[in-house]
């Protein structure tokens, strides 16, 4: 699994420690930036992110900003991005089970890394379900391409 990373200044740090667990786990990634504490603007993250999943270059994309909220709204504009914040377990195991995440938002302003790094443990080794989940993440296909 091919994974794009990326972060704004806001998640610079907690990026910095995801990097770490990625390649204790030996995983194969690709930094997109920020590379420094200097003022971004997060949606530059996001383009880069979302367009290397978009494309299919990259399986996943992790992207982090203070929130987690603006690098994420951002990413969900591009058609095929479903970008989810999730700062809990549940919500990153469901992420993927039921919504085919294909890219994961934290804040590095909420949470811990430790407790992301569980986070990004769990999403990055759950699989979508299929099933009814499919019919519906058609429908936001759809709605993409309708409005
Ligand atoms: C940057 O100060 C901050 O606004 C950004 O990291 C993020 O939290 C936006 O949603």
Redesign the pocket.
């Known amino acids: 699994m091919k994974i794009a990373i990326g972060s704004?200044?806001?998640?610079f740090h907690l990026k910095k420690e995801i990097i770490k667990l990625l390649e204790e786990q030996g995983r194969d990634y690709k930094d997109f930036g920020t590379y420094s504490e200097d003022?971004v603007d997060?949606p530059d993250i996001s383009l880069k992110v979302a367009e290397s999943v978009q494309s299919g270059e990259f399986d996943r994309g992790i992207l982090i900003?203070?929130?987690?909220?603006?690098?994420g709204?951002a990413a969900n504009k591009m058609a095929g991005i479903r970008a989810a914040l999730c700062h809990d377990t549940f919500s990153a195991q469901a992420s993927r089970q039921h919504n085919n995440a294909n890219i994961l938002t934290m804040?590095e302003?909420v949470i811990g890394p430790g407790v992301a790094k569980e986070i990004v443990k769990f999403w990055l080794d759950t699989e979508f379900e299929g099933g009814r989940h499919t019919r519906r993440i058609d429908k936001i296909g759809l709605m993409e391409r309708s409005f």
């Open positions: 704004d200044h806001g998640g003022s997060y900003c203070g929130t987690g909220i603006g690098i709204i804040g302003r």
